[in-house]
T-cell receptor
Framework: AQKITQTQPGMFVQEKEAVTLDCTYDTSDPSYGLFWYKQPSSGEMIFLIY??????QNATEGRYSLNFQKARKSANLVISASQLGDSAMYFCAMREGQVNAGKSTFGDGTTLTVKP | DSGVTQTPKHLITATGQRVTLRCSPRSGDLSVYWYQQSLDQGLQFLIQYYNGEERAKGNILERFSAQQFPDLHSELNLSSLELGDSALYFC?????????????FGPGTRLTVL
């Protein structure tokens, strides 16, 4: 089974609107971390947001928030007030095990296009 | 700029050859990770080093090896190269933090095997 599933290969959103990128994960380890990264066409990987499995509150970083539903094993990324510069590939990733001690698995990514 | 540096930026070589990719982590980060990104396999974790010691291993081929030196920079050695090794190779680093191990990625080395 896939450890990280991103079911939306491509998404479109109108500038200034909010968009949700889906991510579901599969693990039996009680300790894990979930990450979202952005990869623009230039190729670099940019960290966006992190959620630990024991964190009680959903993570937020500026216009990014992570909708963490532990029972459903989902970690959707919400981008508010989309900007043209948000057009990129977005990857969901999971680290299983303790902090700094486990390997990370990445999903296949979602390509987001922001329309003017 | 993440603070992680990788050299070279581009590398073109032939099948059967050996190459070395170099990574310098962010100042103070003890962990270094290597990833391979290709069109057919996506982003694959290869290996993690922490303060010179191997800490986690992923889908790293036997033809590939890595090490982390006392100054914390790391090298990924790829030998007996095949066409399928053509990919973008990322290095990432993370701090020793009890609450998160967010990895900050370098700009990558694009390897082309002809």
């Amino acid at each position: 089974a896939q450890k990280i599933t991103q079911t939306q290969p491509g998404m479109f959103v109108q500038e200034k609107e909010a968009v949700t990128l889906d991510c579901t994960y599969d693990t039996s380890d009680p300790s894990y971390g979930l990450f979202w990264y952005k990869q623009p066409s230039s190729g670099e990987m940019i960290f966006l947001i992190y959620q630990g499995s024991y964190d009680q509150q959903n993570a937020t970083e500026g216009r990014y928030s992570l909708n963490f539903q532990k029972a459903r094993k989902s970690a959707n990324l919400v981008i508010s007030a989309s900007q043209l510069g948000d057009s990129a590939m977005y990857f969901c990733a999971m680290r299983e095990g303790q902090v700094n001690a486990g390997k990370s698995t990445f999903g296949d990514g979602t390509t987001l296009t922001v329309k003017p | 700029d993440s603070g992680v540096t990788q050299t070279p930026k581009h590398l073109i070589t032939a099948t059967g050859q050996r190459v070395t990719l170099r990574c310098s982590p962010r100042s103070g980060d003890l962990s270094v990770y290597w990833y391979q990104q290709s069109l057919d396999q996506g982003l694959q974790f290869l290996i993690q080093y922490y303060n010179g010691e191997e800490r986690a291993k992923g889908n790293i081929l036997e033809r590939f090896s890595a090490q982390q030196f006392p100054d914390l920079h790391s090298e990924l050695n790829l030998s007996s190269l095949e066409l399928g090794d053509s990919a973008l190779y990322f290095c990432a680093s993370s701090a020793e933090d009890r609450s998160t191990d967010t990895q900050y990625f370098g700009p990558g080395t694009r390897l082309t095997v002809l």
